[in-house]
């Protein structure tokens, strides 16, 4: 079972390493990671998917609280979010690609199918944008591998996350935040797993 981390973390160096040495210790696959500013002061914001067993949400989240750089984790996968992967793709488009001058245009028109933007045209290829769900992206890829073009390389952001509206008393309660303020206290004890499930859903949503 895919998992989804949002873990505020302190900027400094080395960080990235004691995260990737939390998951390895604990023997846990990292599927994707992805780390950048965040909306406070000296802190980076990082969505953590990693494959691990349904029941062991709690324990990951509870490790990676013990971490001193950690400011807040939150588990996101069965709460209202939104996520979204940003992927570029570059495909043979030329004179000497499979389908000849012709695939500019039928690239074009896929482009517009799911929704991607046309970013870079060089004389012997062309580069794509695409953002959206991860099954979205792949679904392109396939139509793209089974048209015959000849896709010459992809880059994935891997998942990003975040919770829909404004957060409740509940959702900052299992945050770990006290009347709307962000908290540095470190409490394992809280798990955002402990909503009533009639309050959970699914975080995929179509576009």
């Known amino acids: 079972m ?11 160096p080395g960080v990235l390493t004691r995260v990737a040495s939390l998951f390895r210790r604990l023997n846990i696959n990292i599927v994707s990671l ?11 914001r990082m969505t953590i998917v990693c494959e ?7 324990r990951i989240r509870a490790s990676l609280y013990k ?25 043979a488009a030329g004179p000497t690609a499979p389908h000849g001058l ?8 896929l482009a517009q199918v799911f929704r991607a933007r046309v970013v870079d045209l060089a004389p012997e290829s062309i580069m794509l944008e695409m953002t959206g769900s991860a099954s979205k992206i792949e679904g392109l890829l396939q139509v793209l591998r089974e048209s015959g073009y000849q896709v010459l390389e992809v880059s994935r952001t891997g998942r990003m996350a975040m919770r829909r509206g404004h957060h409740t008393t509940r959702v900052l309660k299992a945050l ?7 908290s540095t206290d470190h409490d394992p004890l809280l798990d955002p797993d402990a909503l009533p499930e ?5 975080n995929q949503f179509d576009e």
């Open 2 to 12: 895919l998992h989804t981390f949002v873990a505020l973390v302190q900027d400094k």
């Open 34 to 44: 992805t780390v950048g500013e965040s909306e406070r002061p000296d802190t980076s």
């Open 52 to 58: 691990a067993p349904e029941n062991s949400a709690h």
């Open 67 to 91: 971490l001193e750089t950690t400011v807040d984790v939150d588990e996101v996968n069965r709460s209202e979010a939104v996520v979204r992967e940003l992927c570029l793709i570059k495909v």
């Open 102 to 109: 012709h695939s500019r245009s039928q690239i074009f028109e």
């Open 176 to 182: 770990g935040t006290k009347s709307g303020l962000p």
């Open 198 to 202: 009639d309050e959970t859903i699914p």
